[in-house]
């Protein structure tokens, strides 16, 4: 197998791991569209950042971790943490960061970063993958229990002296961070899929939230491996083949019957 | 923890949603080994008081006193969560601060669930649910055990087994204990102190042994003891706007004892 391709593989099957776990946090707090505007506004990060040329990934990490702590900061107000307000944040970002790119002179493959562009990840993009990776994955072993009980609960959460104020803001930091991450690998519009359609599929099996992790962390790994697969086999986009592979896996897994347990 | 030391206390406490005034100047505290009932109508500010206390909403204006440290259990009203989580009975409690797997399993046999340990949390029933957070308040090993309307949907029985249960938990850990309730009439027989609220409190006392009121007596039989009755002394009466006007019919100042309703 070339190189390029084992790379590729192992950059998709770290960022499942990653993704699974936190996947799950995605669907438990219904931060899905968080997440869509957080990788929103990743590429606005990388639009300033080539306009005004400073380092693009720079511009990125620090576009999401702004928008992370706003986000974790507006949430607590019902009015300002609304739908509506995520809807409009997420489409002005992107289109404000599509309009900036197409305005400077620079060349920028703007459908490698909405799409994806796993083939071209280089030694160096994977340690620096699998070291965020390890951070994030450290951090939420760390806060699980708080974490799951503010999720769950947050009032029962606050009164049993959990600091949910600072629990929250900081999954809103490490989200951030994954999904900089894993936008990289299946792009910036795919990378919220990544991360709540294989924690959806393992909704349907799992009795704890920890098997619920882990089993998400599998079938994104598994929908990885489809996914490459599939794009070389018919000649498809790298990213959204994994989508689809996860999409379809996650259908099977719902159309298996279940046996009537407790 | 001292017998007879403050846990919880507001002073003055007012909170104004949109405009309307639901809490007004109101005091209340509760005392190591202590009972206290909170009763009111409904939409009277009794779960906003509660969650003041309990520091999970700010109110406009007052003071709110919190013994540091303060090891609280508490039973919301109203709790759901969400399906999206899979999460079994025991691993509910499991979630909760104290409290090993032999302490999980006591708290639910305490509670009579404990063959539903393993069930989904979210596939139990209204009551079973009610039981779950008990196990989970018990857990906390409180020295304030906060109960929103507990005995909603409970029989007369049922209530009276609760009741007794809670007394006895009172009398074995001398916690406070902070009872929420609608009902204007009956409370807790072991209550030390009836707070009657309605945005601000209209009056508080002593409940009377439901043996002392033949007909009561006579409609709860052997669950009669688990019950008091609690006569209101008020010297105002609410009108249907909930405005508060002097009821100049009677005199406080002889202490009379009279029962009003409240006028919504």
New interface residues.
């Given amino acids: 197998m070339d190189d390029f391709l084992i790379r590729a593989l192992l950059a998709g099957i770290g960022v499942a791991l990653v993704a699974g776990p936190y996947g799950c946090l995605v669907?438990?707090r219904?931060m899905a569209y968080v997440g869509e505007t957080l990788a929103h506004t990743a590429l606005f990060g990388v639009a300033l950042g080539l306009f005004f040329e400073f380092d693009l990934i720079l511009g990125m990490i620090v576009a999401v971790a702004v928008a992370a702590l706003l986000l974790g900061l507006a949430q607590r107000d019902k009015r300002l943490g609304s739908d509506a307000i995520l809807g409009i944040l997420a489409s002005l970002t992107l289109a404000a960061g599509v309009i900036i790119v197409s305005a400077t002179t620079a060349r920028l493959d703007l459908f490698a970063y909405l799409f994806g562009d796993i083939l071209s990840v280089s030694v160096r993009d994977l340690v620096a993958l699998y070291a965020a990776a390890a951070v994030a994955l450290a951090a939420l072993i760390l806060m699980w229990?708080p974490m799951?009980?503010a999720?769950?609960?947050d009032?029962?959460?606050?009164?049993?002296?959990?600091r949910v104020d600072l629990v929250n803001l900081l999954l809103m930091l490490l989200l951030a961070l994954v999904i900089a991450v894993a936008g990289r690998m299946v792009g910036i519009l795919l990378v919220v899929a990544l991360l709540v359609i294989p924690a959806a599929a393992a909704?349907r099996f799992?009795?704890?939230?920890e098997?619920?992790a882990v089993l998400a962390a599998l079938i994104g790994a598994a929908s990885v491996v489809a996914g490459l697969w599939g794009s070389f086999r018919w000649d498809a986009p790298t990213g959204p083949s994994m989508v689809v592979a996860a999409g379809a896996l996650c259908l099977l897994v719902w159309l298996v019957p279940r046996r009537r347990a407790? | 923890m001292a017998p007879g030391e403050v846990l919880a206390a507001v002073r003055g406490v007012s909170l104004a949603l949109g405009g309307t005034p639901i809490l007004e100047g109101v005091d209340l505290a509760v005392r190591a080994g202590e009972l206290v009932s909170l009763i009111g109508p409904n939409g009277s500010g009794k779960t906003t008081l509660v969650r003041i206390l309990l520091g999970l909403a700010p109110p406009d204006s007052g003071t709110i006193q919190r013994r540091p440290g303060l090891r609280i259990g508490y039973v919301p009203q109203r709790l759901s969560i969400d399906r999206a989580m899979p999460i079994t009975a025991e691993r509910f409690l499991a979630l909760a601060p104290r409290g090993g797997r032999a302490e999980r399993r006591a708290a639910l046999a305490e509670l009579g669930i404990a063959d539903l340990a393993q069930r989904a949390a979210q596939d139990l029933s209204g009551g079973e649910f009610q039981r779950l957070l008990l196990a989970r308040a018990l857990l906390a090993e409180p020295e304030l055990l906060v109960m929103d309307e507990p005995a909603q949907g409970v029989d007369v029985v049922g209530q009276a087994d609760l009741y007794r249960w809670i007394a006895t938990l009172r009398d074995r850990r001398g916690c406070g204990v902070l009872l929420v309730s609608h009902d204007l009439h009956l409370v807790m027989a072991a209550t030390d102190t009836v707070v009657c609220l309605n945005r601000h409190v209209c009056c508080t006392g002593q409940p009377e042994a439901v043996a002392r009121h033949p007909e009561y007596l006579a409609l709860f039989g052997t669950a009669a003891a688990a019950f008091g009755v609690y006569a209101h002394h008020h010297d105002h009466v609410h009108d249907l706007a909930g405005h508060v006007h002097a009821d100049n019919e009677h005199d406080h100042h002889h202490g009379h004892v009279h029962e009003h309703d409240h006028a919504r």
């Fill in positions: 669907l438990w219904r229990r799951l009980a999720t769950l609960h009032e029962l959460a606050r009164i049993d002296g959990v909704r799992a009795r704890t939230p098997t619920m407790a």
